[in-house]
């Protein structure tokens, strides 16, 4: 069967060159065929109107927005404090008076809330700030004809995390090492071409309605590594930013900015950037009075410090805190925060020197600081202690600084998770993080962590790629992770359904059941089969060097990272424990610091980040060590295969061009998957000498 081509993204003029992801128009049809009032004024509001207006230009709608008013509305999108709407429904809802609505405390919405409703058959929007009215109305874009059911339940709607913000790895000058955007999949970057910024808005306004869409409200616009182009966006090139953020603002997206602790002195001409000189607090304070000036919604500065090579306080005796606090000093006059990571630690390590170990690094730097960061301080983890691996613990420093702001860092540009040539889905591992309660069954989640705090931050997976993200299966991980942070108890199948909904439309998809099907049977279960083709049980990384791509196992094994597996004849691990490794377990509190440092406890899927154990050493699940290693690596390249059979057949129900890259990063997968079986499995049957007890082909 043959089927129209999925919503370009620029609806109108049919005219531009990427694809529409989730939003195409049609996923306006509920709401655009309806008559709408939108009560209230503001920037956001005046978005709101426009996203109406379209849609009931397109779908035979009509919109009104304030009185007089002639109209007998299906939809009201309506800030509370706009005065009396003309629906004794809505007018009863705006007044409080809408019996048992679930969830509405003290009835207050926030900044971002929206009161959603349905009352004498007139579904109700209503907010008290514009940004909760533009959440509101894609909530009901989400809902589609499900927002105009009379069983409509009335609730509240806040988002759990204040903070839900994707930090940019994109360089404003091509790296000779690490391109135009560092570990970006997705083609260039969305901001910068070649040295300057691009300048196209349209692009760049569909990339903050998909965000707003989705729930996110905050956006770094230049990498962590600030090499020297990337450094003048603090003073000489700060119009771009203004121009960025002049262009997302209408989304509710605050703009921030990665900066090197070095700019004193590289742009200030300052001998010193020590953080105690005075002369280097003014320049601080200078520099980000004209950055307000210009961008008076700026949201702060992103640090990466004494990491990696980038500058630090260290070079003048001084610690994360005096260096963070200095930053947050000149921001504060102006509500400004600072994003200090945690990512710290020392790559140049020797890899004779079993007394170092890169997992216990951030704990060691920073759990000693808490209480010494200034309020607008917030420390950005890792969330899990090594680096983004499709597997690891969760980071110890989440449960060690009660009395700091922190936000928890992921990543869904895929870096360790098959680079967007792979499928997979991560929001089940976030949710998975976001869940984990560090002091056992009675404490915090992880989310209440970053609810308390600095929120969720994920590195962006986009690029100037027509699909967003290169793999148009990887879109699912930017729209999970906006929906995450809105809410981390969502379930991740359900925000799959959500994105499926709005991206493969009834009309521009045939058989949308088979492709819902197909979409979960492929997805919902990616990232535990790309886990069963590379690295085994947690012990991580045995991707190529420098890159990151397919396998290598000894890659990393003796080179200064810290990112060892310590095979050899016997066995395989990192010993971590307190009682004969490094002393990481210690960094726990309980009950986790005693379940990983048993053996007998840890969970399998960890138990070679904690401990280095015999091949033949028995899993929970009853299978060797060795013998789960060839049968994982067997299974996983077997699930790649019917993942790619499951995609041909959708071959006709979805846009061709969208099923001919998948299929392409499919076949790509497939053999990645066998090479990593192949290398993993004879790495270790040759090093352990003990056959598989299936005699699968192993070389
Ligand atoms: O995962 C590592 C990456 C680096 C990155 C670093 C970081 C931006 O390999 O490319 O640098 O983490 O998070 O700072």
Redesign the pocket.
């Known amino acids: 069967m043959s089927v129209p081509v999925a919503g370009r993204a620029s609806a109108d003029s049919g005219e531009s060159d990427w694809h529409a992801a989730w939003l195409p128009p049609a996923a306006f049809r509920e709401l655009g065929s309806r008559p709408v009032l939108v009560h209230g004024d503001g920037l956001l509001v005046d978005t709101v109107l426009d996203e109406v207006s379209r849609a009931c230009a397109r779908y035979g709608g009509q919109l009104w927005h304030g009185p007089p008013w002639q109209v007998d509305a299906d939809l009201v999108l309506a800030l509370r404090e706009a005065g009396p709407v003309p629906n004794a429904a809505a007018e009863a809802a705006r007044l409080g008076a809408t019996p048992a609505v679930n969830g509405t405390g003290d009835g207050a919405l926030g900044d971002e809330g929206y009161l959603l409703t349905r009352a004498s058959g007139v579904t109700v929007v209503l907010a008290d700030a514009p940004a909760g009215l533009l959440y509101g109305m894609f909530h009901v874009v989400r809902l589609g004809a499900a927002a105009f059911d009379d069983d409509l339940p009335a609730r509240r709607h806040r988002p759990a995390l204040n903070r839900r913000m994707l930090d940019h790895?994109d360089n404003v000058a091509v790296h000779p090492v690490?391109g135009q955007i560092?570990?970006g999949y997705a083609g260039g970057s969305l901001f910068w071409r070649d040295g300057a910024a691009r300048h196209e808005p349209a692009r760049l306004r569909d990339y903050g309605r998909l965000l707003a869409a989705c729930g996110v409200n905050a956006i770094c616009v230049n990498?962590?590594?600030v090499h020297d182009t990337e450094a003048l966006l603090l003073t000489d090139r700060l119009g771009d930013v203004a121009d960025i953020a002049e262009v997302l603002r209408p989304y509710g997206i605050r703009v921030h900015l990665s900066v090197t602790f070095a700019a004193p002195v590289v742009l200030g001409g300052l001998p010193t950037a020590d953080p105690l000189d005075e002369r280097v607090r003014a320049w601080w304070a200078a520099a980000t009075r004209r950055v307000y000036q210009r961008i008076p919604d700026f949201g702060g500065y992103l640090v990466?410090a004494d990491?990696?090579g980038q500058p630090g306080p260290f070079a003048y005796g001084r610690d994360h805190a005096d260096g963070a606090n200095l930053l947050a000093g000149a921001l504060a006059p102006h509500g400004g925060v600072v994003r200090w990571r945690a990512?710290v630690y020392d790559h140049r390590q020797d890899w004779r020197d079993r007394s170092t170990d890169r997992a216990r690094a951030a704990h060691d730097h920073f759990a000693p600081l808490d209480g010494q960061f200034a309020d607008n301080v917030i420390v950005q983890v890792k969330f899990g202690p090594i680096?983004?691996q499709p597997r690891e613990p969760v980071s110890p420093v989440l449960a060690a600084m009660p009395s700091t702001r922190l936000a928890v860092e992921v990543q869904a540009t895929q870096?360790y998770t098959g680079q967007q040539r792979h499928v997979c889905y991560l929001a089940p591992w976030w949710s998975e993080v976001l869940r984990f309660r560090p002091r056992g069954a009675a404490g915090r989640t992880i989310a209440d962590v970053a609810g308390a705090g600095g929120g969720l931050v994920a590195v962006a997976n986009v690029g100037d790629d027509p699909f967003w993200t290169g793999h148009p299966l990887a879109q699912a991980n930017l729209y999970a992770f906006g929906r995450l942070a809105w809410d981390p108890l969502l379930d991740p199948g359900a925000i799959l359904d959500e994105w499926i909904d709005l991206t493969w439309l009834p009309g521009t998809t045939g058989d949308p059941e088979a492709v819902r099907r197909t979409m979960h049977a492929i997805m919902d279960d990616s990232l535990r089969t790309y886990e069963r083709y590379t690295a085994p049980l947690g012990v991580g990384f045995m991707v190529r060097p420098g890159h990151?791509y397919g396998p290598d196992v000894d890659g990393y094994e003796y080179t200064q990272w810290g990112t060892y597996h310590f095979a050899d004849r016997d066995g395989v691990g990192v010993d971590r424990t307190r009682a004969t490794g490094t002393g990481f377990t210690g960094q726990y509190p309980p009950p986790w610091s005693e379940v990983y440092e048993s053996r007998e406890r840890c969970p399998d899927e960890l138990l070679l980040f904690f401990h280095h154990v015999p091949y033949r050493h028995v899993l929970h699940s009853g299978r060797t060590v060795i013998q789960h290693i060839y049968d994982t690596h067997f299974a996983g390249v077997e699930e790649v295969a019917a993942m790619r059979e499951r995609w041909r057949l959708l071959a006709g129900a979805v846009d061709p061009a969208v099923h001919d890259r998948v299929a392409e990063r499919l076949d790509e997968q497939f053999r990645s998957a066998v090479e990593w079986r192949d290398q993993i499995n004879t790495y270790f049957f040759r090093k352990s000498g003990i056959p598989d007890a299936h005699g699968r082909r192993i070389h």
């Open positions: 790895w690490s560092e570990r990498n962590v590594n990466k990491s990696e990512f680096d983004f870096e990151h």
